[in-house]
């Protein structure tokens, strides 16, 4: 009697990074149906039950064509962190490959997809989304943060640099830990070895990616953006530092407060998410291996996953 033919080698996860609006999203669906495959979202607002049309979540309609990982995870008033990821994506993902399914992680937050690669063992790098809200909030507010949440570091940091609090503030905001407890880890800790993964990253013309933001930012208010804010605002928004930090729900704040209009508020969320894509793209292109999936305003998105797929 012949001996059974062995089983086929599992695909490893595959990663699929990019600049928001850059069309992650559509493809990442297309090829877990292709590859027998679920996706598991890396995007640390997506996380929060209600950050629903500004963090562009994945709609009923998709997750029941594909199931997805990740999100809607916790409630505004609970804090979410790059541990508590780690610790739920590593979990994902092999009950993903338990099933005999390929991972698919998918997403916009670089500093996620860093430390699901290398472990937290080093400094975080600096996270786009979140550097820009830091940058823009007023000195004597992250001081407060700082006081409050890490007080060894609040009195011995140059507090009349703002670099050094933002950067203190960010790291506590991305690990959910003190500034000061993790400075000694960092320097000891080895990083962890990077899991067998294929990594892509998509990309775009400046011109179509500006036009499909732009597109994008539009229907989003168009389907409801301002209610959202309004609803989630009853629902503690402004009390979780990191959710409010969200692209656009700072800006619409501050329109519900009363400081600019909505035609103005529009205009400068699109300012916003350019200025984000652009760091985005820096950051991935110096902190992620990626083999880069370079699509055209004709690009069909079949022809896409394919070329994914095949490799």
Not at 47 to 63: C, F, Q
Request: charged fraction near 25%; aromatic fraction near 6%.
């Amino acid at each position: 009697m012949a001996n059974p033919k062995p089983a086929p080698p599992s695909r490893p996860p595959l990663l699929l990074a990019g600049p928001t609006a850059v069309g992650k999203s559509e493809i990442a669906v297309r090829l877990a149906e292709k590859l027998d495959g679920e996706i598991v979202s890396v995007d640390s607002m997506q996380v929060y039950r209600g950050l629903d049309i500004g963090t562009a979540k994945p709609s009923p309609a998709e997750r029941a064509r594909v199931p997805h990982h990740l999100v809607d995870v916790v409630d505004l008033g609970e804090s979410f962190d790059a541990a508590q990821f780690l610790r739920l994506a590593h979990q994902a993902v092999a009950d993903i490959q338990g099933r005999g399914r390929v991972p698919i992680l998918c997403g916009g937050t670089g500093f996620y997809f860093k430390a699901f690669l290398e472990g937290l063992g080093q400094a975080p790098p600096a996270d786009a989304a979140l550097r820009a809200a830091l940058e823009a909030t007023p000195l004597p507010e992250l001081l407060r943060e700082l006081a409050e949440r890490d007080p060894a570091t609040y009195e011995r940091i140059d507090r009349q640099n703002p670099r050094r609090v933002i950067r203190a503030v960010e790291v506590i905001r991305l690990t959910g830990q003190p500034f000061s407890v993790q400075r000694a880890n960092w320097q000891s800790a080895p990083p962890a070895p990077r899991p067998a993964m294929l990594q892509f990253g998509l990309a775009r013309p400046a011109a179509d990616l500006q036009q499909r933001m732009d597109a994008r930012v539009d229907a989003m208010f168009r389907r409801g953006w301002v209610a959202e804010t309004e609803q989630l605002l009853k629902r503690g928004l402004a009390q979780n530092q990191t959710a409010q930090q969200a692209l656009g729900y700072r800006q619409i704040i501050e329109h519900l407060h009363g400081e600019r209009s909505l035609p103005e508020t529009i205009q400068l969320v699109k300012i916003r998410t350019r200025q984000f894509a652009k760091r985005q793209m820096t950051w991935f292109r110096r902190q992620l291996r990626l083999t880069w999936i370079h699509l055209e305003p004709q690009t069909r998105i079949e022809a896409a996953v394919s070329r994914i797929a095949a490799v």
